[in-house]
């Protein structure tokens, strides 16, 4: 089997570039000799392992004893010596004070101070002693002595009495007498009584309190005081346990300030730094053991190696567990696993199990953790087969899976079909105490994700279904996943034979099944759902109504949708906003304008209601569309006084739908207000002003206008068309022509539309060569007549009293398949009338009847006029009765 090569640049180690070969076989480390066992195991490639003896084997490194135990006995044996007489000159004193010491404490089942026989003469030694007594069995009764030597002045410079209270206030966790205690203490401090804040803090370290421990350490910098390396130690560890980078940052720094070098403070940081995926922030401080010759202990080389598996850098990985193993450290299950797991990150399984059968080899037995990294990387690599090898040896070896590797299996067994394993995995998330909704997303997620989400039901069996049924929000995420993939018999079943009882929490839940198969497209969906959806018929739920409103008139079902809305119009529930809105876009698309106008009828009579910007906008719509002028000018003021924010389609819509509700400067004044908010008008609106400046005979705002669109781009042929019938009606007919040629120049065809206008004008002016023109020029560019067209001609010539090219339009008129309508009538009764052929301006009006078209006001003033121009003025009077008895 081939070799697997190491090549690494330790950056926090030595700048050279380390290069090995490491043997396939396993990393074997013996235990009565690491060092020859390493040697068996590791060639040294052109002895290019160069670790700066000077800074591993002697600074960088911590070395471990000998194992054999042996020792210098000659050194040991004069320690032992000067002991042994410094002991009997101690004890000799020590059992004075203890004698003394016990004729001022009561022993009655409990120490008690006998305060009846103690007196002022008692010495600092003493007193402490007695402290240090009572801090070890009864904290109200230190408090109490310390109280008593505060009051016979044996505290003052008295720091170790501090101390041991302080013992006791971190017990209490009575930080404020602490912070007080600490003030008292202000003038004594010196800068090596880092002890009393040390106390504080190791009592902030147990209870895990870090934001406390900072304020003490920021407090012991304050007053002057030097922390020492087991203070440094206790804060790095305490920001570890609450990953609290900032504060760990601000306290390492402070140490590295200082000179103090604390071995576990730079793994901490190491940790929390990996822990947050902060490579290369983790590096640096790799990069600061070197610098600051950090003799390397077995936690710096865990974090080291943790750090370089996480981010996947396992070439550097590797070469720290080779380092640890040449630093005589023995073989550590944690550093297999750590490697274990950075290579099923990086899915190198091969690497994996290679490593794995080596743990053996050294010594050392796989764990828990072995196996479940094994199953994860495994599971990553998406073979199921190792992964569920792995797994089954997890418990067979009685070790219990953690959550990830049961979502690891899950996974896998969805992707795979295996729903028998599934059962079993599911079984097992239930026994190491995952709650079921959690295990219900987790299954729904992985047979959603492989696409098998039809199987599930077949999972949910015994214990599992029944706490859906009895379990709302289980119930609600099953039922969910149902829908959304199209399973609603599935969803409806498992609501029928849900066991909760809450009707506001189903109404919600079956709202928010309709508006998901709404949102999917799946309208058919909705319809089965709410079919089956229990109801109350005296109070239905306004929101599901309205939803299946909609959802029907996007399915072209308004007969449906109408039905509906009368079902809660009969039932008195009051429509809110969006409501009224639904069903007025229903009637819309429906093409009932009358039933729309009745909604917001009902919307009025309703006072409570506040249209939003989008009703607003429905309702300026709809009444264009029935071109009720007097409502569009009462509801722009009723937006306006609403204070409802305008934003551009709220102003395009309102220019729109008013420009002739309102007066020409009150629009202007709304289109120059829009444009200094910044926004732009769409062409429509640009078309529509241009059409009111043109009536309005305001041409420098249209040509202004007309410009600043070009600019933006937002010119189409109706713009040209616009201006042209602006220039036409006001008799401007070179700007007329000039605006013609433009239009041509930019591109544009000539438009009928802007024929007609040029035939209009020009024919009203009497310009007939001009009006000729036109017509040729329509002719050659194949541009086919409409009937507006047609009944300009008809004007034109009758205006002239040419009769004969009025029967010739007729008769083109109906030779290209079109017959009169009500202007083309209106327009030949008025002819017949100026050619004094009153008879047959009689006879159109009937026929007109004949063709289903009736006559208008227009219609029968024209042929009044027929007769009073001809001298026929009883009949004219005739006619003019006709109309006042049908109210024209």
Request: aromatic share 10%; net charge neutral.
């Amino acid at each position: 089997m081939g070799s697997l090569k190491i090549s690494i640049s330790l950056d926090g180690f030595d700048s050279k570039k380390l290069n090995f070969n490491l043997s396939s076989s396993c990393l074997h480390v013996g235990r009565a000799s690491i060092f020859n066992s390493l040697n068996r195991v590791i060639k040294i490639k052109d002895n290019s392992l160069s670790l700066n003896s000077d800074l591993v084997k002697e600074s960088f490194i911590e070395h471990k004893p000998n194992y054999n135990g042996q020792h210098d006995n000659k050194f040991h044996g004069a320690k032992k010596e000067r002991r042994r007489e410094m002991g009997s000159k101690v004890g000799l004193r020590r059992s004075r004070w203890e004698r003394e010491i016990e004729n001022l404490l009561v022993n009655d089942g409990e120490i008690e101070v006998n305060y009846s026989v103690i007196g002022s003469d008692l010495s600092l030694e003493q007193c402490n002693t007695v402290l240090r007594r009572l801090e070890g069995c009864n904290d109200s009764k230190t408090l109490r002595f310390f109280e008593w030597m505060r009051s016979n002045g044996k505290l003052g410079g008295n720091i170790s009495a501090y101390n041991l209270v302080f013992r006791v206030l971190g017990r209490r966790e009575e930080w404020g007498t602490a912070e007080k205690l600490i003030l008292e203490l202000k003038n004594d401090l010196v800068c090596d009584d880092y002890q009393i804040f040390n106390t504080l803090i190791y009592a902030c370290c147990k209870l895990g309190r870090v934001g406390l421990g900072a304020k003490w350490f920021r407090m012991m910098l304050d007053h002057g005081v030097q922390p020492n390396v087991a203070t440094f130690g206790m804060l790095m560890k305490l920001y570890q346990k609450g990953w609290n980078v900032e504060e760990a940052e601000f306290t390492f720094s402070r140490m590295r300030n200082l000179g103090i070098v604390c071995q576990s403070a730079y793994s901490a940081l190491i940790t929390i730094y990996t822990r947050l995926n902060l490579y290369e922030k983790a590096e640096e401080v790799i990069g600061f053991m070197r610098e600051d010759k950090v003799i390397l202990n077995l936690d710096n080389l865990l974090a080291m190696l943790n750090a370089y598996s996480q981010q996947g850098k396992l070439e550097d990985a590797e070469q720290v567990l080779v380092l640890m193993q040449k630093a005589g450290f023995p073989p550590n299950i944690v550093a297999y696993n750590t490697l274990i797991t950075g290579y099923g990150k990086a899915s190198k399984m091969d690497a994996a199990q290679r490593l794995f059968m080596c743990i053996k080899n050294v010594g050392l037995e796989p764990d828990e953790t072995t196996y479940r990294s094994m199953t994860e990387g495994w599971g990553r690599a998406d073979n199921y087969k190792e992964a569920i090898w792995y797994y089954q040896k997890l418990r067979e070896f009685g070790y219990k899976p953690n959550s990830s590797n049961l979502y690891t299996l899950i996974n896998l067994q969805a992707k795979y079909g295996d729903e028998e394993g599934a059962v079993r995995t599911l079984d097992d998330m239930m026994k190491i105490g995952c709650q079921y909704p959690s295990i219900l997303g987790i299954l729904l997620q992985a047979y959603e994700r492989a696409g098998r989400i039809d199987k599930v039901p077949f999972l949910l069996k015994g214990p599992f279904y029944q706490h859906v049924l009895v379990n709302q929000t289980s119930c609600s995420i099953l039922v969910m996943a149902y829908v959304n993939q199209s399973l609603v018999e599935e969803a409806i079943k498992v609501l029928r034979d849900k066991v909760w009882k809450d009707p506001f929490f189903e109404d919600n839940l079956y709202h928010l099944l309709i508006c998901s198969c709404k949102d999917l497209g799946h309208f058919n969906n909705a319809v089965e759902i709410y079919t089956h959806m229990p109801k109350n018929e005296e109070r239905p739920n306004m929101h599901i109504m309205c939803t299946m409103i909609d959802i029907y008139s996007i399915m072209g079902l308004f007969a449906e949708a109408e039905k509906l809305y009368l079902e809660l119009k009969s039932s008195e529930i009051a429509l809110d906003t969006i409501g009224f809105t639904i069903i007025l876009r229903m009637y819309i698309k429906a093409g009932s304008l009358t039933g729309a106008c009745s909604v917001l009828d009902a919307m009025d009579k309703q006072k409570d209601v506040t249209p939003d910007i989008h009703l607003f906008r429905d309702m300026l719509r709809l009444y264009q569309r029935c071109d009720k002028q007097d409502k569009l000018a009462d509801l722009f003021y009723k937006i306006l006084k609403s204070g409802l924010p305008w934003d551009q389609e709220m102003y395009n819509c309102v220019i729109n739908c008013c420009a002739r509700a309102l007066p020409v400067d009150d629009i202007s004044r709304l289109f120059n207000e829009m444009l200094q908010r910044g926004f732009i008008p769409n062409t429509i609106t640009l078309n529509v002003m241009l059409y009111l400046y043109g009536k309005s005979k305001l041409f420098k705002k249209a040509k202004k206008l007309f410009w600043m669109a070009q600019k933006w781009g937002l010119v189409d042929v109706i713009s040209y068309n616009t201006l042209i019938a602006a220039y036409g009606r006001n008799k401007d007919l070179a700007k007329m022509s000039s605006t013609v040629k433009l239009m041509q120049f930019k591109g544009f065809s000539v438009s009928l539309e802007a024929y007609n206008c040029m035939l209009d004008a020009y024919g009203k002016e009497k310009q007939m060569e001009s009006f000729r023109n036109v017509l040729q020029k329509m002719k050659e560019s194949n541009c086919a007549s409409d009937h507006y067209t047609y009944n300009i001609m008809i004007n034109i010539y009758g205006e002239q009293g040419w009769i004969d090219e009025v029967a010739d339009v007729l008769t083109a008129l109906r030779g290209c398949g079109l017959e009169p309508d009500l202007y083309s009538y209106n327009t030949l009764i008025k002819a017949y009338g100026i050619a004094k052929m009153v008879e047959e301006a009689v006879g159109l009006v009937k026929e007109m009847r004949e063709n289903g078209i009736e006559p208008d006001k227009v219609t029968y003033v024209n042929l009044i006029t027929a007769m009073r121009r001809n001298d026929k003025f009883l009949e004219a009077v005739k006619w003019s009765l006709w109309m006042k008895q049908m109210g024209l």
